[in-house]
């Protein structure tokens, strides 16, 4: 994947950036991974610069809410492996392993509901 994305020209002609995105084969491969890579970046650089946040929440509660996005996306960035903290001595700690799951797809369900609200 490759992407660029410049930045805004100048009012009246604010939309006219210039954008270009390159995707391979082997993106398609694992698209939430290689999305991931991009998304946690943008995610924890809008989390250090909000200002703003959605109406029914308080500012507190928005962070809080970002964080679990980023926790989410940290842990299906490509080459780390969460489920191997779930293999014991003993064996595989199946609930541990199943609440970690359930709590990216928390995550990434945040992500879905305030997609619209990632603006300052």
């Known amino acids: 994947m490759r992407v660029y994305i410049g930045p ?17 084969d082997y993106d398609n491969w694992d698209m939430f991974s290689t999305l991931a890579l991009v998304i946690l970046p943008a995610l924890k650089s ?6 703003s946040y959605p109406y029914d929440l ?3 509660q928005w962070l809080s ?26 064996g595989f700690d199946e609930v541990g392993c ?7 797809d928390e995550g990434l369900a945040l992500f879905g ?4 609200d990632l603006w300052d």
Do not use: C
């Not at 809410?65 to 003993?90: R, S, V």
């Not at 509901?113 to 619209?116: L, T, V």
């Open 8 to 24: 805004y020209g100048t009012f009246p002609n604010d939309n006219d950036r210039v954008v270009q995105v390159e995707i391979h």
């Open 46 to 51: 809008f989390r250090q610069s909000v200002n």
């Open 65 to 90: 809410i970002l964080d679990n996005m980023i926790w989410a996306f940290e842990q299906i960035q490509p080459g780390y492996d969460w489920q191997q903290l779930y293999y014991k001595t003993g």
């Open 113 to 116: 509901q305030y997609y619209r």
């Open 98 to 104: 199943n609440e970690h799951a359930n709590k990216i």
């Open 58 to 60: 308080t500012h507190e």
